[in-house]
Nanobody
Framework: HVQLVESGGGSVQAGGSLNLSCTTSGYTWSAYCLGWFRQVPGKEREGVAIVDSDGTTRYIDSVKGRFTISQDSAKAWLYLRMDSLALEDTGMYYC???????????????????WGQGTQVTVS
């Protein structure tokens, strides 16, 4: 079965950087969509960045130029490099996977079937 496990969260000062990782295993499809989402208490979960199985990426405006989503060549790891972190980047970060190609122009959590348990990012 599909498993996603995040790591790399933590506490960092504003302006700092963090690298999030997510192991992806148990899937067999060649076309898929991977994404990073975040959520703060009292707010809806927000899609931060996505990457298609062919490597196409998309970001929400608030993280463009600061965050980078990527996969390793073996397609077993998903990463989120976060630079110039701001207070509003605080939240629980989740990796998610869909067995379908990304909806590149608009995506939501409803598109993703598999989720990790989350890793906390706190910016102060």
């Amino acid at each position: 079965h599909v498993q996603l496990v995040e790591s790399g969260g933590g506490s960092v000062q504003a302006g700092g950087s963090l690298n999030l990782s997510c192991t992806t295993s148990g899937y067999t499809w060649s076309a898929y969509c991977l994404g990073w989402f975040r959520q703060v208490p009292g707010k809806e979960r927000e899609g931060v960045a996505i990457v298609d199985s062919d490597g196409t990426t998309r970001y929400i405006d608030s993280v463009k130029g600061r965050f980078t989503i990527s996969q390793d060549s073996a397609k077993a790891w998903l990463y989120l490099r976060m630079d110039s972190l701001a207070l509003e980047d605080t939240g629980m970060y989740y990796c998610a996977m869909s067995p379908l190609e990304c909806y590149l122009d608009s995506w939501s959590e409803d598109d993703f079937k598999y989720w990790g348990q989350g890793t906390q990012v706190t910016v102060s």
